[in-house]
């Protein structure tokens, strides 16, 4: 719809401007929050400027949360390239090599995507003390590559459905197998499946934390983990906990700012239809 | 040519499928089954006892303050929260979509949140809803006498006495601040959705409309409304499944609450099963969620998969 009408465009200008004061709202709280001294922190002047600046805040929460944000990052590297991997083999079996049943497969394992997962929790914790990988950083790759198999079988399996039959056809005559296609044909043109599906992988995994809070205790807690720790100790230090939130945020808000394009071509194709 | 070689790869494309059919199989399936199994046990204690106890647990929830609290919560919750992002996404998807200057800015403003972790955003408006600070003092220098007592607020708006559980049955009012946080949050999901659909709707279906004499309200109403419809739904059952299940936000950001005001069901099953050591009781919890989300899921789903075939 174009806005032609100039007192109406005067005013979506006013609607939007607004809207985005309220959007960037909490942004600028954490940032000019994160940059005072502590004795410049106090509930009446929140919304004023730092009268000087500090690093301090960013020292201490940066001192409590780096381990946990290496785990984080020996997390979400092997966790997304390896749900993305199998998420690309499954969804080229489930859009190219249909088999009777194929289709109800797929959405047997899409409904693993919406469950709680407090519904599988208990299971999921006994199993992994079993195996010996309970409060580790692999029982968590594992669990997050396991549960990320619907989103990437999805992603996958609406992107290849786009690849031409003919061209499968093609390659067949020419002597090609399941793997060498997948390999000659198919891997080559999934470049941006795949850059979406890891930047969502990436994403989710660095950001969520049920799983991280239940399966890992001191020592190989997640970032998240840490930073939802810092804010439920006793004195709540205001400054070092928004300079602690905007560095834990920090990896995915680049992730957004530079390829964010991609980012909200995984949102929409977490609505199934694709 | 030899259909042989393609039966060959038909079985190598199944055995590639298959680490994940099982997969899913054990970790969801299996793992659903056994949480099931585990909420009919008396498995309440730190050393598993799997003697039967019925549907104890179940009944227990259902007269328990602290879990129809959460309910409650949950359903006012989803409620707002639903109105709040298909109204937000909708307006200022609208908005955007209407040729003004600066779209990819304004986008890109609406859609960051959505990168961020709900813990983050947890951190964060617990410090701008703090009644006795942030945006209260906003109020207050615009000259309010009385301020909102945002999370901090035990009142249950257009409350009367619910038959179980002793608990009170209306509006609670702590919960809106927590529908906030979500809608700031969670708002890009649907500007993104509605401007994909606006962007589909061809200029020519409106300009017919146009021609025909109809007004820009009249346009809304019966055209561009009717086309957005699957939209909609879409958002609603991703958004609605995703607010039944809520959790991080809330223990993020509140906790249960004052009364348990901003308690909900998966809030709750995560304390009672790891901090007080009621398995079974917490299985029942998960497995009352699980059914509330397969409830709209499931439907969902089967018509996906009929829209396809």
């Known amino acids: ?274 | 040519m030899q259909s042989k070689g393609i039966s060959k790869d038909k079985w190598l494309a199944f055995l590639f499928l298959l680490p994940s059919i099982i997969a899913i199989a054990v970790f969801v399936y299996g793992f659903i089954s056994w949480t099931g199994y585990v909420s009919l046990t008396n498995w309440n204690t730190l050393t598993p006892d799997f003697s039967f106890a019925g549907l104890r647990n179940y009944i227990f929830l259902f007269n328990d303050y602290r879990f129809l609290s959460g309910m409650r919560n949950t359903i006012f919750f989803t409620l707002f929260f639903l109105l709040g992002v298909l109204a937000m996404g909708f307006f200022l998807a609208s908005f955007i979509d209407s040729n003004l200057k600066g779209e990819f800015f304004f986008r890109n403003i609406f859609l960051f949140p959505m990168a961020l972790s709900f813990v983050v955003t947890g951190v964060v408006w617990q410090w701008l809803l703090n009644p006795s600070t942030g945006v209260n003092l906003l109020f207050t220098m615009l000259g309010f006498e009385s301020v909102p007592q945002w999370y901090t607020s035990t009142t249950i708006a257009f409350g009367f006495p619910f038959p179980l559980g002793g608990i009170e049955f209306g509006i609670p009012v702590a919960m809106l601040a927590v529908v906030i946080a979500a809608v700031w949050q969670m708002t890009g999901f649907s500007l993104a959705m509605y401007l994909a659909g606006l962007r589909g709707i061809p200029d020519e279906v409106k300009e017919a409309a146009r021609v025909d004499g109809a007004s820009e309200f009249h346009i809304y109403r019966k055209v561009i409304f009717p086309m957005l419809m699957p939209i909609t739904v879409s958002v609603v059952i991703i958004m609605g499944h995703m607010s039944l299940k809520i959790f991080d936000l809330i223990y993020a950001m509140t906790g249960s609450g004052p009364n348990f005001v901003t308690d909900v069901p998966g809030v709750y099953m995560f304390e009672t099963t790891f901090r007080g050591n009621f398995f079974a009781q917490g299985a029942a919890i998960a497995i009352i969620m699980l059914v509330l989300v397969a409830v709209i899921i499931v439907p969902y789903l089967i018509n996906a998969r009929k829209g396809e075939s």
């Not at chain 1, 032609?4 to 954490?30: C, D, E, T």
């Not at chain 1, 990988?133 to 786009?162: D, K, Q, W």
């Not at chain 1, 720790?229 to 905007?246: F, R």
């Open chain 1, 1 to 274: 719809m174009v806005i032609q009408n100039r007192f109406l465009k005067l005013l979506a200008y006013a609607v939007l401007i607004g809207m985005s004061l309220f959007f960037l709202m909490p942004i600028y709280v954490m940032v000019i929050t994160s940059l005072k001294p502590l004795e410049d922190v106090s509930l009446s002047r929140m919304w004023e400027l730092p009268q000087s600046v500090s690093f301090d805040a960013y020292a201490v929460a940066f001192s409590r949360l780096a381990p946990n944000f290496m785990n984080t990052i020996y997390l979400v590297v092997p966790a997304t390239l390896l749900s993305a991997l199998l998420g690309s083999l499954n969804g080229y079996v489930l859009s190219k090599w249909k088999f009777r049943g194929s289709d109800w497969i797929f959405t047997a394992i899409l409904f693993g995507m919406f469950i709680p997962y407090q519904a599988i929790l208990i299971p999921l914790i006994q199993f992994l003390q079993s195996i010996g990988l309970y409060n580790t950083i692999a029982g968590l790759v594992l669990v997050h590559v396991v549960y990320g198999l619907p989103i990437t079988t999805l992603i996958f399996r609406n992107f290849y459905a786009s690849i031409p039959d003919d061209l499968m056809e093609a390659a067949r005559m020419d002597g090609a197998g399941f793997l060498s296609i997948y390999a000659k044909v198919v891997f080559p043109l999934s470049i941006s499946g795949f850059v979406v599906v890891c930047i969502w992988q990436f994403t989710n995994i660095w950001n969520e934390f049920l799983f991280a809070v239940s399966i890992t205790s001191t020592g190989s807690q997640p970032v998240m983990v840490a930073l939802q720790n810092l804010s439920g100790s006793q004195i709540v230090q205001w400054n070092v906990q928004m300079a602690g939130a905007l560095l834990a945020a920090l990896p995915t808000l680049l992730v957004y700012i530079f390829v964010g394009k991609y980012f909200v071509r995984g949102l929409l194709a977490g609505s199934v239809k694709g």
